[in-house]
């Protein structure tokens, strides 16, 4: 069992950066893949970034592409997703996410077994 608290959201300008943090509990945590799904008021909730268990491949949104950067410290049981440049279409809550499935990148949200319970991140422009 993996329990997921995201922190770090708020209210940030076009241009500037944020970064989000995910904190797990469990003994599991440095084998699972991790990611970053969004969701903004009346849209599915879309993939934004993954990463695997020893850190050592990531993938990422077109959307987010060369400006976001997913990150993990396991032992600090901590995932990360720095926002850089981020632009009004960022405006979403951010959901943490901990797949059992951690050799490989995943970016469907079935194959996710865990989630965090969100954070807001509302770029103004």
């Known amino acids: 069992q993996v329990q997921l608290v995201e922190s770090g959201g708020g209210l940030v300008q076009s241009g500037d950066s944020l970064r989000l943090s995910c904190a797990a509990s469990?003994?599991?945590?440095?084998?699972?893949?991790m990611g970053w799904f969004r969701q903004a008021p009346g849209k599915e909730r879309e993939f934004v970034a993954a990463?695997?268990?020893?850190?050592?491949?990531?993938y990422y949104a077109d959307s987010v592409k060369g400006r976001f950067t997913i990150s993990r410290d396991n032992a600090k049981n901590t995932v990360y997703l720095q926002m850089n440049s981020p632009k009004p279409e960022d405006t979403a809550v951010y959901y943490c996410?901990?797949?059992?499935?951690?050799?490989?990148?995943?970016?469907?949200?079935?194959?996710?077994?865990?989630w965090g319970q969100g954070t807001q991140v509302t770029v103004s422009s």
């Open positions: 996410a901990a797949s059992r499935l951690g050799l490989i990148i995943r970016i469907a949200p079935n194959d996710y077994s865990y």
């Open positions: 990463i695997t268990w020893s850190g050592g491949s990531t």
């Open positions: 469990g003994r599991s945590f440095s084998s699972y893949c």
